[in-house]
Nanobody
Framework: QVQLVQSGGGLVQAGGSLRLSCAAS????????MGWFRQAPGKEREFVVA????????YYADSVKGRFTISRDNAKSTVDLQMNSLKPEDTAIYYC???????????????????WGQGTQVTVSS
């Protein structure tokens, strides 16, 4: 049984930083990818960033490029999301997700991911 457990998040002022972590368990994560998505009130879930387990290729949404950084620790099966220069529009519930059949062409599609974390609230005040 694959489990994704998230930690981090919280409340921060605009311009501040937060770090999210996602710990995966239940199988060996050597293929596929881990992604972060977010969902703001009244909006659809959107892709934020993802990283492949094997090579570590990263993919960022344009809205977070240069501000967010994703990293992974294959030995620990953890993925971190460092969020800097946060903006009020970054406010959302953030979810980590894991998928095995994730490639560059579908890495941003939420429906392609198999497992999801419990979600973490990130609130950025202006």
């Amino acid at each position: 049984q694959v489990q994704l457990v998230q930690s981090g998040g919280g409340l921060v002022q605009a311009g501040g930083s937060l770090r999210l972590s996602c710990a995966a368990s239940g199988r060996t994560f050597s293929s596929g990818a881990m992604g972060w998505f977010r969902q703001a009130p009244g909006k659809e879930r959107e892709f934020v960033v993802a990283i492949t387990w094997s090579i570590g290729n990263t993919y960022y949404a344009d809205s977070v490029k240069g501000r967010f950084t994703i990293s992974r620790d294959n030995a620990k099966s953890t993925v971190d999301l460092q969020m800097n220069s946060l903006k009020p529009e970054d406010t959302a519930i953030y979810y980590c997700a894991s998928g095995q059949r994730i490639y560059s062409f579908n890495i941003g599609r939420a429906g392609e991911y198999d497992y999801w974390g419990q979600g973490t609230q990130v609130t950025v005040s202006s």
